[in-house]
Every structure is written in C-alpha cells, then in structure tokens.
C-alpha cells in the first residue's frame, strides 16, 4: 500500500475543506452530440413552421386582420379576460379558505372542506366514465 502524505496545516485552506491531491482526476463532462443535433433539428422545424404560416397564402391573413379587429371579437376577448380574472379570483380565494380549513382544528371544518375537495377531485373521472 503507498504512503501519502500528512497534509501541512500551513498550506490547507482557510475554510476547513480539503485540498485536492496533486494525483487528483480532472472530471470532464461527457459531450452529448445528441442533444445539439435533437435542438438543431426542432430550431429548423420550428423555422420551416413559421415560414409555412406566416408566407402561405391560404391563411388570408388580411381576412384574419380584418375579423380580428371587428368590434364583436373584441367585445368577445375583453368578456373572456373578465371571466378568466374573476375565475381565477374566485379560484384562489376558495383555495385558500378550503387549505385553512383542512388545517383546522374543528372537525366539522375539516370534514366539509375534504368533501368539497373529494367531490370536485373525482368529478373529471366521474364524467369520463359517462
């Protein structure tokens, strides 16, 4: 077995930690060509993509500009933002009250909160089955 040497207290480092040993392995990360090509090729679909929606003709784009523009649609998108706001207010809310509820110490809190939560986690499996 080799002999190593006692490391010099005057030359350890100030933070306690170890020195490296002078034999010590240089990690090197291993080079992964697949990744690089796998980037390259969904940078070109995603390119030839664009290129096919933005420059075919088909997609009347100055149809889409006009109907985009139209005050119904408009009417339409500013509705649904209110909806998604209120939604999500409403959603947060009720996630909240519902967490401190489960976290209550009264059992009646607690129990109502896990069957509001039991009733509307089972329900998407409830209507797939229909």
């Known amino acids: 077995m080799p002999a190593t ?34 980037g390259a090729l969904c940078l070109l679909l995603g390119a ?17 500009g006009h109907y985009m523009t139209a005050g119904r649609i408009l009417h339409g998108l500013l509705t649904t933002l209110e909806l ?7 959603g947060i809310v009720l996630g909240v009250v519902l967490a401190v509820m489960r976290l209550s110490d009264n059992p009646i809190a607690r129990a109502a909160a896990w069957l509001y939560i039991g009733f509307f986690r089972g329900t998407p499996s409830w209507f797939s089955g229909i």
């Open 5 to 38: 040497k006692a490391s010099n207290p005057s030359t350890a480092p100030a933070d306690g930690a170890a020195a490296p040993a002078a034999g010590a392995i240089k990690a090197v990360p291993v080079r992964r060509p697949g990744r690089w090509i796998t």
């Open 48 to 64: 030839a993509l664009l290129h096919a929606v933005v420059y075919n003709p088909r997609f009347q784009w100055d149809v889409v």
């Open 84 to 90: 998604t706001v209120i939604a999500m207010v409403i």
